[in-house]
C-alpha cells in the first residue's frame, strides 16, 4: 500500500512571507499522480495544485508551487506571499494511474500571521 | 454549477439507527467516491462507483453500503449506527481520464 507523510503537524508564517510544507511518499511505481488539497476551517476540500510524475518540470498555479523530487520521494509546497486566507490545513496526496484511491497524507496545519 | 453537494451538513444518530448520506455532482463526472476523515487522520476511501448502477469497496467499507441509481447521485448508508462511525464524511467526483477528484463540503455525524 501507498503511505503519504506529513512530518510537520504545524506550522506558521508571518503574512506576505514564503512558507514550504514537506511531504514524502512511499511507492514502487514509476508513474503516478500527486496532489495538495486545502482545507479552510469551511471544512471544504479544495484542490490546490497537481503533478504528474512522468513531468520533470514543478507544477506552479499562482502563489503556490511544488518542489518535485522523485528520486528522494518528495513533494513539498511553497506557498510565496502567505495571505490571511491562506490559513488551513494542507493535506498531500497519492494516487496511481488506473486506480480509484486517493491516498492522504495526516495534513499540515498552517496558521498566517498577520 | 453548484459540482459536488452533500445532504445533511449535519447529523446526530443513535447507535443502532440507520441513515442515508446523499452525494449529487452537476459536473457529468463517471466517477464517484465516499471518504471519511478522522481526527489526526487523512481521508479514507470506503466505497467508490465507477459508473451509473456500479459500487466497489474502498479501504474502510465495514459497516457501510452505498448506491448509485442514477450517474449524479451517490448514496451513502449507515444500516446501524455506532459510535465508531462518529466522523466526517466527503463525497468526491472525478472523470475517467483526469486523476484529481473534486469534494463536496462534507457531513459531520456524531453517533451516540
Known amino acids: 500500500a501507498q503511505t503519504v507523510t506529513q512530518s510537520q503537524p504545524e506550522m506558521s508564517v508571518q503574512e506576505a512571507e514564503t512558507v514550504t510544507l514537506s511531504c514524502t511518499y512511499d511507492?514502487?511505481?514509476?508513474?503516478?499522480?500527486l496532489f495538495w488539497y486545502k482545507q479552510p476551517p469551511s471544512r471544504q476540500m479544495i484542490l490546490v495544485i497537481r503533478?504528474?510524475?512522468?513531468?520533470?518540470q514543478n507544477a506552479t498555479e499562482n502563489r503556490f508551487s511544488v518542489n518535485f523530487q522523485k528520486a528522494a520521494k518528495s513533494f513539498s509546497l511553497k506557498i510565496s506571499d502567505s495571505q490571511l486566507g491562506d490559513t488551513a490545513m494542507y493535506f498531500c496526496?497519492?494516487?496511481?494511474?488506473?486506480?480509484?484511491?486517493?491516498?492522504f497524507g495526516t495534513g499540515t496545519r498552517l496558521t498566517v500571521i498577520p | 454549477n453548484a459540482g459536488v453537494t452533500q445532504t445533511p451538513k449535519f447529523r446526530v444518530l443513535k447507535t443502532g439507527q440507520s441513515m442515508t448520506l446523499l452525494c449529487a455532482q452537476d459536473?457529468?463526472?463517471?466517477?464517484m467516491y465516499w471518504y471519511r476523515q478522522d481526527p489526526g487522520m487523512g481521508l479514507r476511501l470506503i466505497h467508490y462507483?465507477?459508473?451509473?448502477?456500479?459500487?466497489a469497496k474502498g479501504e474502510v467499507p465495514d459497516g457501510y453500503n452505498v448506491s448509485r441509481l442514477k450517474k449524479q447521485n451517490f448514496l451513502l448508508g449507515l444500516e446501524s449506527a455506532a459510535p465508531s462511525q462518529t466522523s466526517v464524511y466527503f463525497c468526491?467526483?472525478?472523470?475517467?481520464?483526469?486523476?484529481?477528484?473534486?469534494f463536496g463540503p462534507g457531513t459531520r455525524l456524531t453517533v451516540l
Open positions: 468526491a467526483s472525478s472523470t475517467s481520464v483526469r486523476p484529481e477528484q473534486f
Open positions: 511507492t514502487s511505481e514509476n508513474n503516478y499522480y
Open positions: 503533478q504528474e510524475a512522468y513531468k520533470q
Open positions: 496526496a497519492f494516487r496511481k494511474p488506473g486506480a480509484n484511491n486517493l491516498f
Open positions: 459536473m457529468n463526472h463517471e466517477y
Open positions: 462507483s465507477v459508473g451509473e448502477g456500479t459500487t
